[in-house]
């Protein structure tokens, strides 16, 4: 296409508009003919047409925006195609839909339009902005490929070798044991819940029949947290009975599992830290019967068909009667080993039936329903189910130990 200086224009002052931008061959006789002279690329017909909108007040047809839109698409689209490298792309993006690009430029126009024109120009321009968007776009896709090929060609790589694994792990044995138990559970109707790791004295402690003064609280020395409130970390699941009978009414039927902490030392059976499955069942007419029946169908599932559990006399503040939950030994099958100590029965959970005071001091009638609770250790149960001897096992995080589950 030839590119030449319209003198006409240059006369008329508009070449300063026109600086520096390939001009137009003028067809028309004046500009107020109208702007048939589109024998220019896109860029030049939209700076022409505002010179003229300028200095002449001409305001461009809706033709002419057609006319126009299609000279910049054939351009542009030819440009596109024939763009050698990524920098050449570029370049045409800013020449075309850059704040200062032909159809940039070109949209200018729409402001001078009527209503109706307006509704036509507009989605002409849009349709043209999208078209070139999309061919831009597919260009430097297929030039980023090419040069990333090329880039590849020039080294020496072998990419049918096979890749190194993807090291896969599993989840900690703690997690599996606690899924175990849980899902055991749920199947015999236990619902699922939760409560705060800290947790003020009265939910930990005062609701559950321990009030201050209490050797039990002893038992369960903790952590204080300084705080206004009393606030400790919780010492047992058992917060959950409190919490859940306060918003909820019989019957009820929950299984809360979480960590717990506790002011021991840590050794093969102890840890400062741990996990624990809180149990609780509150209707009418629950007894120990139910207690035991629940707790023996549970191991059953966890540890096999034989699996046997007795009772023995306990005490915990929050339930009258209580008891500690033995079953019989998983390794020796009650014979006596070095596991049970020869007793043939390892200790696993405290339980009992829910104290009257403990449904009182949560709005429930003691004389209307009655419940039970326990509460068992994750890790003793799973040190159980693993054949773990060393509760430190699960927290030392050795890779060796943990990949053997
Ligand atoms: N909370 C008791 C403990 O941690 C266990 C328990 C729960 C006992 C429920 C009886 C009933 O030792």
């Not at 010179?51 to 054939?74: G, L, P």
Request: glycine share 6%.
């Amino acid at each position: 296409m030839k590119h030449r200086k319209s003198r006409k224009l240059h006369r008329r002052g508009v070449s300063t508009v026109l600086k520096n931008k390939c001009c137009i061959i003028l067809i028309s006789k004046s500009p107020t003919d109208g702007l048939g002279f589109l024998l220019s690329c896109g860029a030049c017909i939209s700076h022409y047409t505002r010179a003229c909108v300028k200095y002449y007040n001409i305001i461009m047809t809706i033709a002419e925006f057609q006319t126009a839109c299609d000279t910049i698409a054939q351009e542009y689209t030819e440009k596109i195609a024939h763009a050698a490298d990524l920098a050449a792309v570029e370049e045409l993006r800013v020449a075309s839909l850059g704040r200062k690009g032909a159809l940039t430029e070109l949209l200018k126009n729409l402001k001078d339009f009527s209503i109706e024109d307006k509704k036509t120009a507009g989605p002409l321009g849009n349709a043209l902005k999208a078209k070139l968007t999309a061919a831009l776009d597919e260009k430097t896709d297929l030039l980023a490929a090419k040069e990333i090929n090329e880039e590849l060609n020039k080294v020496d790589l072998d990419l049918t070798l096979p890749g190194y694994p993807v090291a896969k792990g599993h989840r900690h044995p703690l997690s599996v044991a606690q899924d175990r138990m849980t899902e055991i559970l749920s199947q015999l109707g236990f619902e699922w819940a939760e409560g705060p790791w800290v947790e003020d004295e009265k939910h930990n402690f005062d609701l559950l029949n321990i009030p201050l003064h209490h050797p039990a609280r002893d038992a369960q020395d903790t952590f204080f947290v300084d705080s206004k409130m009393p606030l400790v970390l919780r010492t047992h699941t058992s917060n959950v009975q409190s919490r859940y009978m306060e918003k909820h009414k019989p019957p009820l039927r929950i299984m809360a599992p979480g960590r717990v902490f506790r002011n021991d030392s840590l050794d093969a059976t102890h840890s400062p830290v741990f996990h624990q499955i809180e149990g609780l069942y509150v209707d009418k007419n629950v007894s120990m019967a139910d207690l035991k029946s629940d707790l023996t169908a549970f191991m059953k599932g966890l540890f096999g068909n034989k699996a046997e559990i007795r009772f023995r006399p306990s005490f915990f503040p929050f339930t009258e009667p209580s008891v500690e939950v033995d079953v019989k030994c998983v390794f020796c099958q009650g014979k006596g080993c070095n596991v049970c100590k020869g007793s043939g029965w390892i200790e696993m959970l405290g339980a009992g039936v829910v104290h009257p005071n403990v449904l009182k001091n949560c709005g429930i009638d003691p004389n209307e329903f009655s419940g039970y609770a326990f509460g068992m250790g994750v890790e003793r149960l799973a040190m159980m189910m693993l054949n773990i001897k060393d509760i430190r096992t699960f927290y030392e995080n050795d890779l060796r130990v943990l990949k053997q589950f």
